[in-house]
């Protein structure tokens, strides 16, 4: 089973050593559109040969990454100056990129952030980043109002300190956000309500709100303006449920079932800049095969 993004990034330390920022309506060929891929999608990749992976991606024509490997102030292994100039090296940007933020960030004695949080926040505004997102609730956090209501103002604060560091902090939505509430109201329906949005962007998640019955039109309509950033996914039906549980898995995109295009479409009209494609399931393909195919898709739809 497929480790999730969120657990691999929490886990990753035990393995790797004022003016609104939406921009008004986005015309068709936008230069500002930026399309980049998660490098979630080729995850053993990097952990073997981080450099060599990214020098296949600049190949295929990737400009743009976003990562999910920080660690030990450290990213896929690399210091900060080091990353910074194999980027460079390999003629990619890095303006977003994925640390978890959950209840082990926060130091209850001091009624405050951990210095490792605060030390992600430093240097993800250090490394050139824009955006810090946090994939994902901690579901502990989730389980009364009272909790979630404090975990949402952790939320509140980290835009708070990302902003002092120059940088933005975004939620980006798993799955679990859609088949649970609070009081009656599904939890990430909550989370946009209940956090500042100048200080709390979104990132949407296509292909992880799909299996849960979350759709991606209605949300984007529901909630003008929010979405600055996607994960831009498809997804497939198994022949049987996985041993996760699930009844859908990612595919190539243009391949499943979902409107990809025209969810796409509509996004990058109203608000949505940065277009992220992540692939964690396969097939009979390797992950830089998907990599090329989805970046080959998205040119073909005009990105």
Known sequence: ??????????????????VSLLPGVLKEKNPDIILGIQLYTVRDDMK??????????????????????????????????EFKKLLKDTGLKMESGH??????????????????WKHTIEDAAAVGMKYLISPGVDESLCKNKDDFMHYMNMFNKTGE?????????????EDYEFNHKIDGSVIYDLILQKTNKTLVLQQMDIG?????????????????????????????????PGPDGKLYENTVLGKGVMPVKEIIDYARKTGTR??????????????????????????????
């Open 1 to 18: 089973m497929p480790l999730s993004r969120r657990s691999f990034i929490k886990n990753s330390s035990l393995t790797i050593a004022g």
């Open 48 to 81: 073997t040969d981080p450099a060599g992976t990214l020098q296949k991606l600049a190949a295929i024509g990737y400009k743009y990454v976003e990562h999910a490997g920080y660690a030990d102030r450290k990213f896929y292994g690399y210091s900060i100056p």
């Open 99 to 116: 640390s978890f933020l959950g209840s082990e960030q926060w130091d209850k004695s001091l009624n405050d952030f951990t210095v490792e």
């Open 161 to 173: 300190l990302c902003k002092k560091s120059g940088i933005h902090f975004a939620f980006h939505n």
């Open 208 to 240: 992880n709100m799909y299996e849960p019955g979350g759709r991606p039109l209605p949300y984007l309509k529901k909630y003008p303006g929010r979405f600055l950033l996607m994960h831009v996914k498809d997804e497939m039906k198994r022949d049987s």
């Open 274 to 303: 940065y277009f992220i494609i992540e692939q964690e399931d396969y097939q009979d393909k390797t992950p830089l095969e998907c990599a090329a195919e989805d970046f080959k898709t998205m040119k073909s739809w005009g990105f």
